[in-house]
């Protein structure tokens, strides 16, 4: 039995992983997807700083945000068939590079692994494109320690809308309060928060530049591997 790492003495029954920039670092490869489809359209390559910036609310979002700086307009501007088509193009870009640098963080093979072989149930749920997120696992070691895994499309919502997580709930028959939801953004925290699941947030993660805070009805973490200890004040 693994303790729940918020509620010691009572079992963790369901551990909910958002992927990218909390159990894996993505933005290099995300960054060349990205500056090869601004550069079919005429504007000069961004950095990786910058395109850390933009991720985890999907990838029609980092597009926006994307064009939308290039063009030095608001990501909601960017619509229509320009949109549709620069998506497209960014698709087939990362489909040909999203294996190239993306790694784990310090820990997570460790941390997931030992929970796994407790046996309790491991669930990715992501605003990835689901035609990546399997094998992208794969390619990382790490697709058998997850018994489900949702991208951004799998559903009819995405995070922060509370669904993929009640999902995961109702298909390992486990409470919300017995479960867990580890991420890095503010999109997790709200998915988290509405599905009534207590929520671990990472520090090393993307949210957008903003750090998150306790206030946010989170535990924050600075290393993978403090999930193993007791987090509660």
Same mark, same amino acid.
């Given at each position: 039995?693994?303790?729940?790492?918020?509620?010691?003495?009572?079992?963790?029954?369901?551990?909910?992983?958002?992927?990218?920039?909390?159990?894996?670092?993505?933005?290099?490869?995300?960054?060349?997807?990205?500056?090869?489809?601004?550069?079919?359209?005429?504007?000069?390559?961004?950095?990786?700083?910058?395109?850390?910036?933009?991720?985890?609310?999907?990838?029609?979002?980092?597009?926006?945000?994307?064009?939308?700086?290039?063009?030095?307009?608001?990501?909601?501007?960017?619509?229509?068939?320009?949109?549709?088509?620069?998506?497209?193009?960014?698709?087939?870009?990362?489909?040909?590079?999203?294996?190239?640098?993306?790694?784990?963080?310090?820990?997570?093979?460790?941390?997931?692994?030992?929970?796994?072989? &407790? =046996? #309790? /149930?491991?669930?990715? !749920? *992501?605003?990835?494109?689901?035609?990546?997120?399997?094998?992208?696992?794969? $390619?990382?070691?790490?697709?058998?320690?997850?018994?489900?895994?949702?991208?951004?499309?799998?559903?009819?919502?995405?995070?922060?809308?509370?669904?993929?997580?009640?999902?995961?709930?109702?298909?390992?028959?486990?409470?919300?309060?017995?479960?867990?939801?580890?991420?890095?953004?503010?999109?997790?925290?709200?998915?988290?928060?509405? &599905? =009534? #699941? /207590?929520?671990?947030? !990472? *520090?090393?993660?993307?949210?957008?530049?903003?750090?998150?805070?306790?206030? $946010?009805?989170?535990?924050?973490?600075?290393?993978?591997?403090?999930?193993?200890?007791?987090?509660?004040?």
């Amino acid at each position: 039995m693994i303790d729940h790492p918020l509620h010691p003495g009572t079992p963790l029954k369901a551990a909910i992983f958002d992927l990218d920039g909390t159990l894996v670092d993505s933005v290099a490869d995300l960054c060349s997807a990205t500056n090869r489809m601004l550069e079919q359209h005429g504007f000069s390559p961004v950095s990786e700083s910058s395109v850390r910036l933009w991720v985890g609310n999907g990838a029609t979002r980092l597009v926006q945000r994307a064009l939308g700086n290039a063009q030095g307009l608001p990501e909601e501007a960017i619509q229509g068939d320009m949109l549709a088509g620069a998506l497209q193009q960014f698709m087939q870009h990362y489909e040909a590079c999203y294996k190239e640098k993306s790694d784990l963080y310090p820990g997570v093979r460790e941390l997931i692994s030992r929970w796994h072989t &407790a =046996g #309790v /149930p491991l669930a990715v !749920v *992501t605003n990835k494109p689901i035609r990546f997120v399997p094998g992208l696992l794969e $390619h990382l070691g790490i697709s058998d320690f997850f018994s489900i895994v949702l991208g951004g499309d799998s559903l009819a919502y995405k995070k922060p809308h509370p669904a993929p997580l009640l999902k995961v709930l109702d298909d390992y028959q486990v409470s919300a309060d017995s479960a867990i939801m580890v991420g890095d953004s503010l999109s997790d925290v709200e998915a988290a928060a509405a &599905a =009534g #699941v /207590p929520m671990v947030a !990472v *520090t090393y993660g993307y949210n957008q530049g903003k750090r998150l805070t306790e206030t $946010h009805q989170c535990r924050l973490i600075d290393r993978f591997d403090q999930l193993g200890e007791t987090l509660t004040c």
